[in-house]
């Protein structure tokens, strides 16, 4: 089969190749890959920014989607010709994670979606709900899935005040999930010419931080000096310290991102403890609570963006541009020129 191969640090290394095509076993599904996304994961594992020690080579991307095309003995949940979309961490089915599932993530350590077939555990995998074409169903596993995570009991959200930062694939389908759910949305965005969008996609106020002096005060003042009870964190870094001090009492902090790293100077259980604050981190979600993203989106019919569609043969540069993309919306690679 046709694939690509991240053989170690740096773009050089992620390389095409072809490997040996296998049948799957007991409890197993091969799928024809329709269509893969990339994530900031995906693109910080090829340059060494995230998890150098992962053993190599590996298939690149966490996320996919596609078309079964055999099954294993006792596989009881598909048959071909279905469409589904895999799951990320294939080990976390339901309950509270545990530290062991990072081994069972697809993308790295395990092979994921870069390639024109995968063969992966029954329990990996989900149906794609109709109304989402395949391409739009690549882009759930890690971010839309993350998205649903950082919102938490989204039954609950309805007039509670939510912040939203900036205009990822996580965010956007946060802001989507939470305007849903009927939440007060507040955007951070510094790209003015997407506000328009993110108003019609449900948020209530949006905010281009480059033209604030004072954000916590600015949104405080928005909140009318209640401050935000649930913000979805992607940047990570010193900017926590920033967001903190504009959540209201008993408010969470879901911690997704790192785009300014992991390191935090400065007070941080000052604010945590003045305010009854909880931080919570999030490492996308269980099988079960995949299930139930998927049937929200149904409900409420709602589709994911897509951005910038590739061919197999330019995912390398799909992945290099990944860092500092123009435009809205998750980029895909189009595996079949065919695929919906």
């Not at 010709?81 to 062991?100: A, C, M, Q």
């Not at 290099?320 to 980029?331: I, T």
């Amino acid at each position: 089969m046709q694939a690509y191969e991240l053989t170690g640090v740096g773009f050089d290394t992620l390389i095409r190749t072809q490997r040996p095509r296998r049948s799957p076993a007991a409890h197993e599904v091969e799928i024809r890959v329709a269509a893969s996304s990339i994530n900031y994961r995906d693109y910080a594992l090829v340059h060494g920014l995230y998890q150098r020690d992962l053993p190599k080579p590996f298939i690149p991307l966490s996320d996919g989607a596609g078309t079964v095309v055999s099954v294993g003995e006792n596989v009881r949940r598909f048959k071909p010709g279905e469409r589904v979309l895999g799951h990320y961490t294939t080990g976390w089915l339901d309950g509270p994670f545990s530290s062991d599932n990072h081994a069972s993530k697809l993308g790295g350590p395990l092979d994921g979606w870069l390639a024109d077939s995968i063969i992966l555990p029954e329990q990996a995998l989900l149906k794609v709900p109709k109304h989402l074409s395949l391409v739009e169903a690549s882009t759930l596993p890690v971010s839309g899935l993350t998205a649903w995570a950082a919102l938490g009991d989204i039954e609950r959200l309805s007039g509670r005040r939510v912040l939203i930062e900036g205009t990822g694939s996580v965010s956007l389908m946060a802001l989507q999930l939470a305007a849903a759910a009927g939440a007060e949305t507040f955007v951070l965005s510094g790209k003015a010419q997407y506000h328009d969008r993110l108003r019609e996609l449900g948020a209530t106020r949006v905010f281009d931080y480059r033209q604030l002096d004072d954000v916590p005060a600015t949104l405080l003042a928005a909140t009318q000096g209640k401050g935000i009870d649930l913000a979805v964190e992607v940047v990570g870094g010193n900017h926590l310290l920033s967001t903190l001090s504009l959540m209201a009492d008993g408010g969470t902090v879901a911690v997704v991102g790192f785009l300014e790293g992991f390191e935090v100077n400065g007070d941080l259980i000052g604010p945590l403890l003045r305010r009854l604050l909880t931080l919570r981190g999030v490492s996308v979600g269980s099988r079960a609570q995949f299930e139930d993203f998927l049937d929200f989106l149904t409900r409420h019919r709602i589709h994911p963006l897509v951005g910038t569609h590739y061919d197999f043969d330019s995912a390398p540069l799909a992945i290099e541009e990944a860092e500092g993309r123009a435009g809205l919306g998750k980029p895909v690679i189009v595996h079949d020129e065919l695929t919906p």
